[in-house]
Protein backbone atom coordinates (compact mmCIF):
# COMPACT_ATOMS: atom_id res chain seq x y z
CA UNK A 1 0.00 0.00 0.00
CA UNK A 2 1.67 3.05 -0.91
CA UNK A 3 0.94 5.37 2.17
CA UNK A 4 2.64 8.43 0.40
CA UNK A 5 -0.13 8.95 -1.81
CA UNK A 6 -3.01 8.20 0.20
CA UNK A 7 -4.52 8.20 3.55
CA UNK A 8 -4.69 5.03 5.48
CA UNK A 9 -7.18 4.48 8.65
CA UNK A 10 -5.80 3.89 11.48
CA UNK A 11 -5.03 0.75 12.47
CA UNK A 12 -3.53 -1.07 16.09
CA UNK A 13 0.02 -1.35 16.08
CA UNK A 14 3.07 1.48 16.25
CA UNK A 15 1.63 3.51 13.43
CA UNK A 16 -2.08 4.21 14.74
CA UNK A 17 -2.77 7.56 15.94
CA UNK A 18 -5.15 9.56 18.91
CA UNK A 19 -8.41 10.52 18.44
CA UNK A 20 -10.19 13.38 20.11
CA UNK A 21 -11.10 11.98 23.79
CA UNK A 22 -8.58 9.18 23.25
CA UNK A 23 -6.64 9.13 26.84
CA UNK A 24 -3.05 7.65 26.69
CA UNK A 25 -2.52 4.19 28.15
CA UNK A 26 -1.69 4.57 31.87
CA UNK A 27 1.32 2.42 32.45
CA UNK A 28 4.96 3.89 34.29
CA UNK A 29 8.58 2.69 33.59
CA UNK A 30 11.31 3.63 34.87
CA UNK A 31 13.43 6.99 34.01
CA UNK A 32 14.34 7.68 31.51
CA UNK A 33 12.20 5.46 29.71
CA UNK A 34 12.05 3.47 26.31
CA UNK A 35 10.06 4.54 23.41
CA UNK A 36 10.62 -0.02 22.83
CA UNK A 37 8.26 -0.76 26.02
CA UNK A 38 5.71 1.65 25.94
CA UNK A 39 1.82 0.53 25.37
CA UNK A 40 -0.22 0.90 22.03
CA UNK A 41 -0.63 3.34 20.47
CA UNK A 42 2.89 3.86 20.20
CA UNK A 43 4.62 6.61 19.42
CA UNK A 44 4.29 8.08 15.89
CA UNK A 45 7.42 9.14 14.10
CA UNK A 46 6.88 9.36 10.59
CA UNK A 47 2.99 9.82 10.31
CA UNK A 48 0.90 13.35 10.17
CA UNK A 49 -2.58 12.97 10.33
CA UNK A 50 -5.23 13.46 7.78
CA UNK A 51 -8.67 15.56 7.58
CA UNK A 52 -10.69 12.40 7.30
CA UNK A 53 -9.19 10.54 10.07
CA UNK A 54 -6.63 8.41 8.86
CA UNK A 55 -2.80 8.92 8.24
CA UNK A 56 -0.02 9.80 5.41
CA UNK A 57 3.47 9.27 5.52
CA UNK A 58 5.27 12.52 5.94
CA UNK A 59 5.66 13.76 2.48
CA UNK A 60 9.52 15.19 2.07
CA UNK A 61 11.15 17.24 -0.42
CA UNK A 62 14.84 17.77 -0.31
CA UNK A 63 14.77 20.62 2.22
CA UNK A 64 17.75 19.33 3.91
CA UNK A 65 20.01 18.02 1.39
CA UNK A 66 23.52 17.35 2.38
CA UNK A 67 22.89 18.56 6.03
CA UNK A 68 24.64 17.56 8.98
CA UNK A 69 22.53 17.74 11.90
CA UNK A 70 23.19 17.19 15.91
CA UNK A 71 20.32 16.19 17.93
CA UNK A 72 20.30 15.84 21.65
CA UNK A 73 17.79 13.13 22.77
CA UNK A 74 17.52 11.46 19.87
CA UNK A 75 17.22 8.24 20.90
CA UNK A 76 13.23 8.38 20.97
CA UNK A 77 9.69 9.98 21.43
CA UNK A 78 10.33 13.97 19.08
CA UNK A 79 14.35 13.19 19.01
CA UNK A 80 13.76 10.11 17.11
CA UNK A 81 10.89 11.84 15.13
CA UNK A 82 13.19 14.69 13.85
CA UNK A 83 15.99 12.08 13.24
CA UNK A 84 13.89 10.37 10.76
CA UNK A 85 12.37 13.35 9.00
CA UNK A 86 15.55 15.20 8.71
CA UNK A 87 17.16 11.97 6.81
CA UNK A 88 13.91 11.74 5.26
CA UNK A 89 14.99 15.55 3.84
CA UNK A 90 18.32 14.41 3.12
CA UNK A 91 20.18 15.38 6.70
CA UNK A 92 22.35 13.05 8.16
CA UNK A 93 22.45 13.29 12.46
CA UNK A 94 25.03 12.46 15.35
CA UNK A 95 22.01 11.45 18.15
CA UNK A 96 23.13 12.17 21.42
CA UNK A 97 21.26 9.71 24.32
CA UNK A 98 21.75 8.40 27.74
CA UNK A 99 23.17 5.19 28.07
CA UNK A 100 20.91 2.74 29.73
CA UNK A 101 18.62 4.50 26.14
CA UNK A 102 21.17 2.34 23.87
CA UNK A 103 18.35 0.23 22.31
CA UNK A 104 16.00 2.85 21.76
CA UNK A 105 18.86 4.77 19.84
CA UNK A 106 19.71 1.79 17.59
CA UNK A 107 16.51 1.34 16.50
CA UNK A 108 16.66 5.05 15.34
CA UNK A 109 19.80 4.55 13.46
CA UNK A 110 18.21 1.81 11.60
CA UNK A 111 14.93 3.65 10.86
CA UNK A 112 17.30 6.62 9.81
CA UNK A 113 19.74 4.49 7.42
CA UNK A 114 16.66 3.30 6.13
CA UNK A 115 16.02 6.27 4.63
CA UNK A 116 19.48 6.49 2.78
CA UNK A 117 21.30 9.05 5.48
CA UNK A 118 24.09 8.90 8.40
CA UNK A 119 22.97 8.04 11.67
CA UNK A 120 25.88 7.70 14.28
CA UNK A 121 25.77 7.65 17.82
CA UNK A 122 27.30 9.20 20.76
CA UNK A 123 25.91 8.29 24.57
CA UNK A 124 26.76 10.61 27.43
CA UNK A 125 25.06 12.51 30.16
CA UNK A 126 25.17 15.84 28.95
CA UNK A 127 25.09 17.48 32.51
CA UNK A 128 29.03 17.50 32.26
CA UNK A 129 29.97 20.41 29.95
CA UNK A 130 33.06 18.35 29.21
CA UNK A 131 30.41 16.24 27.40
CA UNK A 132 28.96 18.75 25.49
CA UNK A 133 32.86 19.64 24.22
CA UNK A 134 32.80 15.75 23.19
CA UNK A 135 29.50 16.32 21.32
CA UNK A 136 30.84 19.13 19.27
CA UNK A 137 34.09 17.44 18.38
CA UNK A 138 32.64 14.52 17.49
CA UNK A 139 30.65 16.28 15.13
CA UNK A 140 33.57 17.56 13.70
CA UNK A 141 35.23 14.41 13.43
CA UNK A 142 32.72 12.67 11.92
CA UNK A 143 31.12 15.18 9.30
CA UNK A 144 33.58 17.89 8.90
CA UNK A 145 31.33 20.23 10.21
CA UNK A 146 27.37 20.99 11.79
CA UNK A 147 24.84 22.72 9.85
CA UNK A 148 22.09 22.28 12.41
CA UNK A 149 21.88 21.75 16.10
CA UNK A 150 18.76 20.57 17.83
CA UNK A 151 18.91 20.94 21.37
CA UNK A 152 16.09 18.72 22.68
CA UNK A 153 17.21 16.65 25.78
CA UNK A 154 15.22 17.27 28.68
CA UNK A 155 14.79 15.69 32.50
CA UNK A 156 11.50 16.00 34.17
CA UNK A 157 9.63 14.42 37.60
CA UNK A 158 7.04 15.81 38.72
CA UNK A 159 6.41 17.21 42.61
CA UNK A 160 3.27 18.36 43.97
CA UNK A 161 5.38 21.42 46.09
CA UNK A 162 8.05 23.14 45.56
CA UNK A 163 8.94 21.89 49.60
CA UNK A 164 8.97 18.27 48.00
CA UNK A 165 11.35 19.43 45.44
CA UNK A 166 14.93 18.53 46.40
CA UNK A 167 18.17 20.60 45.51
CA UNK A 168 19.53 17.62 43.96
CA UNK A 169 16.42 17.71 41.39
CA UNK A 170 16.27 21.56 40.66
CA UNK A 171 20.37 21.41 39.89
CA UNK A 172 19.82 18.09 37.10
CA UNK A 173 16.81 19.57 35.60
CA UNK A 174 19.29 23.01 34.88
CA UNK A 175 22.38 21.32 34.29
CA UNK A 176 20.26 18.76 31.40
CA UNK A 177 17.65 21.54 30.51
CA UNK A 178 19.13 24.61 30.04
CA UNK A 179 23.21 24.36 30.64
CA UNK A 180 23.26 21.73 28.01
CA UNK A 181 21.61 24.10 25.87
CA UNK A 182 24.36 26.63 26.46
CA UNK A 183 27.31 25.02 26.43
CA UNK A 184 26.46 23.07 23.16
CA UNK A 185 25.51 26.22 21.62
CA UNK A 186 28.48 27.79 22.42
CA UNK A 187 31.12 25.55 21.58
CA UNK A 188 29.14 24.64 18.19
CA UNK A 189 28.82 28.65 17.16
CA UNK A 190 32.47 29.06 16.18
CA UNK A 191 32.01 26.34 13.42
CA UNK A 192 28.89 27.01 11.96
CA UNK A 193 28.24 29.51 8.80
CA UNK A 194 25.66 31.86 7.47
CA UNK A 195 22.56 29.90 6.89
CA UNK A 196 23.39 27.39 9.77
CA UNK A 197 20.58 26.94 12.31
CA UNK A 198 20.13 26.45 16.19
CA UNK A 199 16.37 25.08 17.40
CA UNK A 200 15.86 24.76 21.33
CA UNK A 201 13.06 22.37 22.26
CA UNK A 202 10.93 24.09 25.17
CA UNK A 203 7.57 23.02 26.24
CA UNK A 204 3.83 24.97 26.69
CA UNK A 205 4.60 24.66 30.66
CA UNK A 206 6.22 28.29 30.64
CA UNK A 207 2.71 29.65 29.14
CA UNK A 208 0.83 27.79 31.88
CA UNK A 209 3.11 27.78 35.06
CA UNK A 210 2.42 24.09 35.34
CA UNK A 211 3.21 23.82 39.25
CA UNK A 212 3.92 20.18 39.47
CA UNK A 213 7.27 20.60 37.31
CA UNK A 214 8.36 23.37 38.71
CA UNK A 215 11.80 22.85 38.05
CA UNK A 216 11.05 21.62 34.40
CA UNK A 217 8.74 24.59 34.05
CA UNK A 218 11.51 26.98 35.19
CA UNK A 219 13.73 25.91 32.72
CA UNK A 220 11.70 26.04 29.75
CA UNK A 221 11.19 29.49 29.89
CA UNK A 222 15.08 29.82 30.34
CA UNK A 223 15.06 28.45 27.24
CA UNK A 224 12.87 30.43 25.59
CA UNK A 225 14.40 33.46 26.60
CA UNK A 226 17.78 32.03 25.67
CA UNK A 227 16.77 31.39 22.33
CA UNK A 228 15.52 35.21 21.64
CA UNK A 229 18.63 36.49 23.22
CA UNK A 230 20.82 34.20 21.11
CA UNK A 231 18.85 35.00 18.14
CA UNK A 232 19.39 38.54 18.63
CA UNK A 233 23.03 38.04 19.10
CA UNK A 234 23.79 35.82 15.95
CA UNK A 235 21.38 37.12 13.67
CA UNK A 236 24.72 39.52 12.83
CA UNK A 237 26.60 36.09 12.38
CA UNK A 238 23.53 35.01 9.32
CA UNK A 239 22.37 31.93 12.25
CA UNK A 240 18.98 31.99 13.05
CA UNK A 241 18.11 30.74 16.62
CA UNK A 242 14.39 29.44 16.75
CA UNK A 243 12.42 27.46 19.52
CA UNK A 244 9.58 24.82 19.88
CA UNK A 245 7.58 24.46 22.47
CA UNK A 246 5.54 21.58 22.68
CA UNK A 247 2.09 20.47 24.55
CA UNK A 248 1.24 17.20 25.37
CA UNK A 249 3.19 14.49 23.01
CA UNK A 250 3.23 11.04 23.69
CA UNK A 251 7.00 10.06 24.32
CA UNK A 252 8.38 8.26 26.91
CA UNK A 253 9.10 11.25 28.79
CA UNK A 254 5.21 10.92 30.13
CA UNK A 255 5.46 7.01 31.38
CA UNK A 256 8.57 7.87 33.13
CA UNK A 257 8.00 10.92 34.63
CA UNK A 258 4.37 11.26 35.01
CA UNK A 259 1.81 10.06 37.80
CA UNK A 260 -1.57 8.48 37.13
CA UNK A 261 -3.39 11.43 37.45
CA UNK A 262 -1.19 13.30 34.96
CA UNK A 263 -1.69 10.94 32.39
CA UNK A 264 -5.46 10.68 32.54
CA UNK A 265 -5.74 14.98 32.22
CA UNK A 266 -3.33 14.43 28.87
CA UNK A 267 -5.91 14.72 26.75
CA UNK A 268 -7.44 18.23 28.32
CA UNK A 269 -6.27 20.40 25.47
CA UNK A 270 -9.14 21.94 22.58
CA UNK A 271 -8.15 19.22 20.09
CA UNK A 272 -9.07 16.86 22.68
CA UNK A 273 -6.04 14.41 21.97
CA UNK A 274 -2.35 14.19 22.52
CA UNK A 275 0.29 14.96 20.14
CA UNK A 276 2.31 12.32 18.43
CA UNK A 277 6.31 12.89 18.34
CA UNK A 278 5.48 13.23 14.47
CA UNK A 279 3.45 16.42 14.73
CA UNK A 280 6.53 18.20 16.37
CA UNK A 281 9.60 17.14 14.23
CA UNK A 282 7.51 19.10 11.18
CA UNK A 283 8.17 21.83 13.37
CA UNK A 284 12.10 21.58 13.07
CA UNK A 285 12.11 20.42 9.83
CA UNK A 286 10.34 23.83 8.68
CA UNK A 287 12.94 26.11 11.26
CA UNK A 288 16.35 24.16 9.83
CA UNK A 289 14.89 25.04 6.45
CA UNK A 290 15.02 27.68 3.85
CA UNK A 291 11.24 27.56 4.39
CA UNK A 292 11.86 29.83 7.53
CA UNK A 293 14.34 32.08 6.38
CA UNK A 294 13.02 34.98 7.58
CA UNK A 295 12.18 33.27 11.18
CA UNK A 296 14.29 33.86 14.49
CA UNK A 297 13.95 34.52 17.51
CA UNK A 298 10.58 32.96 17.56
CA UNK A 299 8.63 29.86 19.09
CA UNK A 300 6.44 27.78 17.23
CA UNK A 301 3.62 26.01 19.44
CA UNK A 302 2.23 22.49 18.65
CA UNK A 303 0.54 21.99 21.57
CA UNK A 304 -3.07 20.84 20.29
CA UNK A 305 -4.39 24.22 20.03
CA UNK A 306 -3.70 25.67 23.66
CA UNK A 307 -3.70 29.75 23.11
CA UNK A 308 -0.29 30.89 24.52
CA UNK A 309 -0.28 34.36 23.63
CA UNK A 310 3.81 34.08 23.60
Known amino acids: MDTEKKSVKPASGPESQFKAGH????HHQKHPGLQSDMDDPKPVSTHIPTEDGGYQTYKAAGKLQGKRAIITGGDSGIGRAIAILYAMEGASSLIVY???EETDAQETKKRVEEKGQKCHLLAL???KK???KKVIDTALKTFGGIDILVNNAAYQNMLPDISDLSEEQWERTFETNIYSFYYLSKYALPHMKPGCTIINCASVNPYIGRGDLLDYTATKGAIVAFTRGLSNQQLKNGIRVNC???GPIWTPLIPATM???AMGQFSAVPMGRPG???EVATCFVFLASQ?????SGQCLHPNGGVIVNG
Open 23 to 26: QVPI
Open 125 to 127: DLR
Open 291 to 295: DSSYI
Open 130 to 132: ENC
Open 259 to 261: TAE
Open 276 to 278: QPS
Open 98 to 100: LPE
Open 244 to 246: VCP
